[in-house]
T-cell receptor, first 114, second 116 residues
Framework: GQQLNQSPQSMFIQEGEDVSMNCTSS?????WLWYKQDPGEGPVLLIA?????ELTSNGRLTAQFGITRKDSFLNISASIPSDVGIYFC??????????????FGTGTLLAVQP | EAQVTQNPRYLITVTGKKLTVTCSQN?????MSWYRQDPGLGLRQIYY???????DKGDVPEGYKVSRKEKRNFPLILESPSPNQTSLYFC???????????????FGAGSRLTVL
């Protein structure tokens, strides 16, 4: 099945640093979603993006829907230890059919050293 | 509280012993889906259901069965588990439709399965 290219695969940073990660696709997407998975839990929605160029914030998190509609970015400012987890992007292809199927990235593992 | 509930959360079993992972949602969602998560592979869809009695294969359906007899429940059945089905499994649900927000999945907490 189709998957999104998500990078980086992992990041090991110091508390207080800013973080950037992105997802890219070869095809156009109508929707981009960013999820966070805490250790031992299921993914939880952080930010949803529905329009090309859209920039949305949720606290220290900011995500953008790329203007080409083939990519999305997530930034975390001033990281804290509880930011630890796996971050997934997910997108709905323009021609996803009646199922509205979401395509997931492979995830970015974030570790934050206090 | 709106949620997706999976059981069991952890299970160790042996090859060939049939098992069922239950999934229930209380949000009246039409769409439900099962995923498996493996290191480096992200979330891969196993099966999905767009409504009661409507199920279809995802990307990795081999070795799995599902049923959707009621709107709230979507069990995942492993008739004859094998070691390559050792994985972390997630059930998810969302409303069906094309409006903004209709494609946002709500996930369960996960079921970690080990097949010896």
């Amino acid at each position: 099945g189709q998957q999104l290219n998500q990078s980086p695969q992992s990041m090991f940073i110091q508390e207080g640093e800013d973080v950037s990660m992105n997802c890219t696709s070869s095809s156009i997407f109508n929707t981009w979603l960013w999820y966070k998975q805490d250790p031992g839990e299921g993914p939880v929605l952080l930010i949803a993006l529905y329009k090309a160029g859209e920039l949305t914030s949720n606290g220290r998190l900011t995500a953008q829907f790329g203007i080409t509609r083939k990519d999305s970015f997530l930034n975390i400012s001033a990281s804290i230890p509880s930011d630890v987890g796996i971050y997934f992007c997910a997108g709905q292809p323009q021609h996803g059919g009646a199922t509205n199927k979401l395509i997931f990235g492979t995830g970015t593992l974030l570790a934050v050293q206090p | 509280e709106a949620q997706v509930t999976q059981n069991p959360r952890y299970l160790i079993t042996v090859t060939g012993k049939k098992l069922t992972v239950t999934c229930s949602q209380n949000m009246n969602h039409e769409y439900m889906s099962w995923y498996r998560q493996d290191p480096g592979l992200g979330l891969r869809q196993i099966y999905y259901s767009m409504n009661v009695e409507v199920t279809d294969k995802g990307d990795v359906p081999e070795g799995y069965k599902v049923s959707r007899k009621e709107k709230r429940n979507f069990p995942l059945i492993l008739e004859s588990p094998s070691p390559n089905q050792t994985s972390l499994y997630f059930c998810a649900s969302r409303p069906q439709g094309f409006l903004s927000g209709a494609n946002v999945l709500t996930f369960g907490a996960g079921s970690r399965l080990t097949v010896l």
